[in-house]
């Protein structure tokens, strides 16, 4: 089974601040990697995936990820936050193998953006 | 295009009863998984469903059984309730044959009291 650790529980961070969510992952086999976002009250939306190819993959909204094989993390990145970005961001891992299918979950962190 | 639907919104229920939640997939997708995401936790695997069959199931007792239909619709179903149930169930559609992106309804709330 895979685990997924978001290093940060929570992020604060003023509006047009960089920020970065770090996110590693337990397992060295190939894997998918995602992460999603949830604003208050709604279910998941897709923000980036990487699946294979270029390790640095661009999302939605202005994110970006790079993918680190040696040291199996899948970090999120954001140049300039706006105030809008403030939602809970989950990382997710899918394994290529026998549970490919089913995501893996970290426990979110909760970016909070101020202006 | 419609997205994931799920139904209801909310519900409560008592300690002891059982529930059915339902989801529908997006336009074109034929496999359907379940996560429970209790408060401040990240969504937890369920199980998942494919050609009407239970192909994987996580960490979750028998208490959970869930159904696909042939219209690739599903239903979960939770019985005895427990305080413990009291989370956010999330229904996420993808294809079989490219299951590795899933596209996540908006939940149903679920609370037991």
């Known amino acids: 089974a895979q685990s997924v650790t978001q290093l940060d529980s929570q992020v604060p961070v003023f509006e047009e601040a960089p920020v970065e969510l770090r996110c590693n992952y337990s397992s060295s086999v190939s894997v998918y990697l995602f992460w999603y976002v949830q604003y208050p009250n709604q279910g998941l939306q897709l923000l980036l995936k990487?699946?294979?190819?270029?390790?640095l993959v661009k999302g939605i909204n202005g994110f970006e990820a790079e993918f680190n094989k040696s040291q199996t993390s899948f970090h999120l990145r954001k140049p300039s936050v706006h105030i809008s970005d403030t939602a809970e961001y989950f990382c997710?891992?899918?394994?290529?193998?026998?549970?490919?299918?089913?995501?893996?979950f970290g426990r979110g962190t909760q970016l909070t953006v101020w202006p | 295009d419609a997205g994931v639907t799920q139904s209801p919104t909310h519900l409560i229920k008592t300690r002891g009863q059982q529930v059915t939640l339902r989801c529908s997939p997006k336009s074109g997708h034929d496999t359907v998984s379940w996560y429970q995401q209790a408060l401040g936790q990240g969504p937890q695997f369920i199980f998942q469903?494919?050609?009407?069959?239970?192909?994987q199931r996580g960490n979750f007792p028998d208490r959970f059984s869930g159904h696909q239909f042939p219209n690739y619709s599903s239903e979960l179903n939770v019985n005895a309730l427990l305080l413990g149930d009291s989370a956010l169930y999330l229904c996420?559609?993808?294809?079989?044959?490219?299951?590795?992106?899933?596209?996540f309804g908006p939940g149903t709330r679920l609370t037991v009291t």
């Open positions: 997710a891992v899918n394994d290529r193998g026998s549970t490919l299918g089913r995501l893996y």
């Open positions: 990487y699946l294979s190819g270029s390790t």
């Open positions: 996420a559609s993808s294809l079989y044959r490219g299951s590795y992106e899933q596209y």
């Open positions: 469903y494919y050609e009407e069959e239970e192909r």
